[in-house]
């Protein structure tokens, strides 16, 4: 409680804001179940109401993503990985994520002088020959300056914005109340695995503000393709990098977002369409490593139609598992194999348990929509679009390490298009999906699963004493203990109460009839209307108990019909 007393003043400021801006974009409720009442009032006071009718104009999709960059860095940045979720958010939703801009004004140089001058160890100017003042560019986490090296060499210095790190670690402990809140207030969230996403998304922004990280991440890239002369990734000046600071080669060229450029400069737009996508499709099937963000911005076209990939704040990663599981469901998707997509999603389903027959019966639908249509016709975008749209339906969550995955297959499906609007991804993945699935059955390949498996069954074998003695000493303490949970046990105990309650009715009511008809052929005994009155008396109770029965089973049909 005192950690949680502390944590909220700590960040009194910066829920003021947030609350502010919730409230100005029509999320009032949403800041009553975070706690934020007492600032409503302040908050009110500080809201521009004359923005009322155009809020009113706005859909859902788009007052959450104006709120999300109106909150800041973190909160835009978390509304990006969002539109990495395509199997949890549908398009109109995603395509308001995909506006977000991390753009924001450019500091002036001498606020970032100091901090510059004390990573580098040394003024400015004795480091660099030249230093533009002017940045390249800014976002929120840091902006970039172009400058030279006294050997001649021109550089680029992304340096990291002062005092960026403690905002960001305030909007952390903030998303994770919301988090926390989300889950107790709709538990139908947890199937989304919320938890599971912020911690992605925490580990996303805080390798982003360590720019060492950056740095390792192209050193790697670069390393990967090493043997190819048709990509270039910038080189690392180590020397000069640290945590707030990250100083790599400028490559000069044509930026990615002037493609009209292209042809005057005599590029071929095909080729180069084509080499990109080579080389994204490389860094998931192959190499397990790959960028994250393949949006023009990233790109620069280099003479011979080269292409240089930059900035690689954002990556992602597949285990050899996954790769597996994703060339199998790619390959399954180009040659129309229902049974195997079924197989990877359920794969994938976790904890989650989706009506098997109505999946396999829906992802056959799936594929019979592209049955027979050309290779050169199929794009990409709208299979895993309305594959993403499926797994929505039967509530199944894509693993998170696969979810920037899909959306780089996407975004790099549209790029390709701009650059060359007969670019067939389809067609440039499928040869890849053969080679790949070539070499996992490759003699050397299976054999170094062998070994692998082998060795993980020789560690278990070599550990079962020690596990079976502890389960042991666990069942002899008590510590076992055997859960069996029965849905509806206790209406069931309530049906066979009621059961046992009519048939005892029922006997009683029997009982009576066949005795009073006994007594009324005994002669002598007081009499009732001329007759036995024992026997009148035991009619009268095998009645009442007999319309008693027949009420209560009326009831019950009732109670059950409605």
Known sequence: MILETWSAMRDLGRLHDIASILIRYGFGDLVKRLGLEPMLERAGRALNWTRLEELLSLDPPQRVRKALEDMGPTFIKFGQILATRVDLFSPDWIAEFERLHDRVPPLAFEIL??????????????????FDETPLGAASIAQVHKARLPSGQEVIVKIRRPGIRATIEADLRLLERLVAIVEREFPDARHFHPQEVLRQFKLSLRNELDLLTEARNTERAANNFAGDPHIVIPRVFWEFCGERINVQEYIEGIPGRDIARLGAAGFDRKLLAQRGADAVLKMVLIDGFFHADPHP??????????????????????????????????????????????????????????????????????????????????????????????????????????????????????????????????????????????????????LRHAQRNAGSLLAILGSLPQDLRRLMRLVRTGAVKVNVDMHDLAR???????????????????????????????????????????????????????????ISIWRTSRREEG
């Open 492 to 550: 069931f105990a309530a049906l066979m109460d009621r059961a046992a309650s009519r048939l005892t009715v029922g006997m009683v009511t029997a009982s009576l009839i066949i005795g009073s008809s006994i007594v009324m052929t005994v002669s002598g005994g007081p009499s009732l209307f001329g007759l036995p009155a024992l026997g009148v008396l035991g009619f009268a109770a095998a009645g009442v108990g007999g319309v008693w029965l027949l």
């Open 297 to 446: 911005g990233n790109f620069i076209y280099l003479p011979a139609n080269r292409l240089a990939f930059i900035d690689f704040g954002m990556v992602g990663s597949l285990s050899e598992l996954r790769r597996d599981q994703v060339v199998d469901l790619l390959n399954a998707i180009v040659i129309r194999d229902a049974p195997t997509i079924v197989e990877v999603l359920l794969d994938w389903a976790d904890d989650t348990s989706p009506s098997t027959e109505r999946l396999i019966s829906e992802v056959g639908m799936f594929v019979d929509k592209y049955h027979g249509v050309a290779l050169r016709q199929l794009r990409l975008g709208d299979i895993l679009g309305d594959m993403t749209a499926l797994m929505r339906e039967h509530r199944l969550t894509l693993p998170p390490d696969l979810t920037m995955l899909f959306k780089t297959l996407i975004t790099l499906e549209g790029m390709g298009r701009q650059i060359d609007p007969d670019f067939d991804i389809v067609s440039q993945v499928a040869p890849l999906l053969s080679r790949v699935s070539l070499e996992r059955h490759r003699p050397e390949a299976l």
């Open 113 to 130: 002088r100091p901090q510059l001058e004390d990573d580098l160890g040394a003024p400015v100017t004795k480091v660099f020959s030249e």
